[in-house]
């Protein structure tokens, strides 16, 4: 069976990155099997994080349902062979993006293709990382309702903290399928330890699996348009990352075994 790890959190907390830090982790140390990474994000760019160019999408599919089926196809034969033709190939990696809904402001559509989609693909995949949709209002239509760990992205703020525990305080509202939750604390400023913001995750009733401090080259590499493949080994974020990577995710596994 697949891992299903989902990232979650609001804008601007750095959960697309830190979830393209995710797939190079398993490709990096890992080493289990194919990693398929789906970008459930229609305002997102996991793609341009991972250094992936997109030529076809889940947004583009819905698009062609509209049309007549093939001679000669069925309409499910037809959807899973376009499907199969939006899996983008990259190196280690394959990339599955939602994209733009056919209607304004409407991603019903486009979004339970998404969740046929992945349950069709899941199956070819040791690891499936999601890059879901910002905020809040969107948990209740998570492309995928099997998540074995979800990530929630806190800015290294209180008020960032507030926003992740309504999150996580969804989750047991909308009785959603995860197994595993972990707060993480992203762009930790220079001398500050998190204990101030891991004591009011503490009251919040949330343990912080680990804080990734603010890096100067993180910074410089998303405003240049780079991967995070193209980060340093000694990246002080990415090393935090994968810390945080080691203890939720290989040490279960190895607990398992």
């Not at 969740?115 to 069709?120: F, V, Y």
Request: net charge negative; hydrophobic share 45%; aromatic share 4%.
């Amino acid at each position: 069976m697949p891992k299903v790890i989902a990232v979650a959190g609001k804008g601007g907390v750095g959960k697309t990155t830190i979830g393209g830090m995710l797939v190079r982790y398993l490709l990096e140390l890992i080493h289990n099997g194919p990693v398929l990474a789906v970008d459930a994000d229609p305002n997102s760019n996991l793609n341009e994080v991972l250094g992936v160019n997109v030529n076809a999408t889940i947004g583009q599919v819905r698009e062609l349902m509209k049309m007549d089926v093939p001679a000669g196809m069925t309409k499910d034969v037809w959807v899973e062979y376009e499907i199969q033709k939006a899996v983008i190939e990259a190196k280690g990696f394959d990339l599955l993006v939602m994209g733009r809904p056919e209607g304004a402001g409407c991603y019903c559509a486009a979004n339970s293709l998404a969740k046929q989609s992945i349950d069709a693909l899941k199956k070819n995949y040791a690891y499936v990382i999601v890059d879901n949709e910002a905020g809040m209002e969107h948990m209740s239509r998570l492309v995928t309702q099997d998540v074995d760990i979800l990530y929630i992205i806190s800015d290294a703020t209180p008020r960032g903290l507030l926003t992740a525990s309504r999150i996580f305080g969804l989750i047991g509202e909308l009785k959603l399928n995860i197994l595993t939750t972990h707060i993480l604390i992203n762009g930790l400023k220079e001398n500050d330890d998190g204990q101030l913001l891991r004591g009011i995750a503490a009251q919040k009733g949330m343990n912080v699996a680990g804080v990734v401090r603010d890096d100067r080259e993180v910074r410089t590499k998303d405003a240049e348009g780079k991967s995070v493949f193209e980060l340093t080994g000694s990246n002080l974020a990415l090393a935090d990352v994968y810390a945080i990577f080691e203890k939720t995710i290989r040490d279960p596994l190895n607990h398992n075994r």
